[in-house]
């Protein structure tokens, strides 16, 4: 199947600092980008949704300007989380698709990211 | 509504027992998709299954199939002859038309553990 890779695989960010996560589509190119976020123990909640060449559009309750996605190319977004809070910390996740051509195509997904501010 | 149901919240077994995690969803769309993802403790998500909704031929893969109804709107999961290695967490989910985009809406998640 297509390769995700995500990284870094863990970070550990002072409160108050940005962080930066990048989501790569290795072997395909990825027209739309998924950011998803998992607490512990609980299901992926997905964030926002990008689409390459164009602004993100985030879910009801995600602060856009604490959550910063670009997504300049078609194989690569990136999530940044500003002014990152201890509240801040999850695990996140990315997942990427071709929505050309056809369109029932699984959605590929990264490794995650282990967020941990302190 | 979109919704993914997974009512099993934790199953344990003991290593060679047959076990079915279940999933029950919710949509308006008449074309839609369903998936099965292993969570493992290292994260990332394992595609495993896709069926989308004109298909209602159960699979089966190794140890591994799925039972689609939709009389009843179920798309269960069957592992047979469990192996410690199929410990991780399950999600089931559906892709559906929502607000005008294609979006993955996934269940609570079982969380599985194969005893040896």
Redesign the interface.
């Known amino acids: 199947?297509a390769v995700v890779s995500q990284h870094p695989s863990r970070v550990i960010c002072k409160s108050g600092t940005s962080v930066k996560i990048e989501c790569r589509s290795l072997d395909f190119q990825a027209t739309t980008m998924?950011w998803y976020r998992q607490f512990p123990?609980?299901?992926?909640m997905?964030m926002a949704?990008s689409n390459e060449g164009s602004k993100a559009?985030y879910e009801q309750g995600v602060e856009k300007d604490k959550f910063l996605i670009n997504h300049a190319s078609l194989t690569l977004s990136t999530l940044t989380v500003t002014s990152a809070h201890p509240e801040d910390s999850s695990?996140y996740?990315c997942?990427a698709r071709n929505?050309r051509g056809t369109?029932?195509t699984?959605?590929?997904?990264?490794?995650?990211t282990?967020l941990t501010v302190v | 509504a979109q919704k993914v149901t997974q009512a099993q919240t934790e199953i344990s077994v003991v290593e060679k027992e047959d076990v079915t995690l279940d999933c029950v969803y919710e949509t308006r769309d008449t074309t839609y998709y369903l998936f099965w993802y292993k969570q493992p403790p290292s994260g990332e998500l394992v595609f495993l299954i896709r069926r989308n909704s004109f298909d209602e031929q159960n699979e089966i893969s190794g140890r591994y199939s799925w039972n689609f109804q939709k009389s009843t709107s179920s798309f269960n999961f069957t592992i047979t002859a469990s192996q410690v290695v199929d410990s991780a967490v399950y999600f089931c989910a559906l892709r559906a038309l929502i607000q005008g985009a294609q979006k993955l809406v996934f269940g609570q998640g079982t969380r599985l553990t194969i005893n040896p």
């Open positions: 199947g998924f123990k609980q299901s992926l997905l949704t559009t695990f996740i997942s929505l369109m029932n699984e959605a590929f997904f990264g490794q995650g282990r």
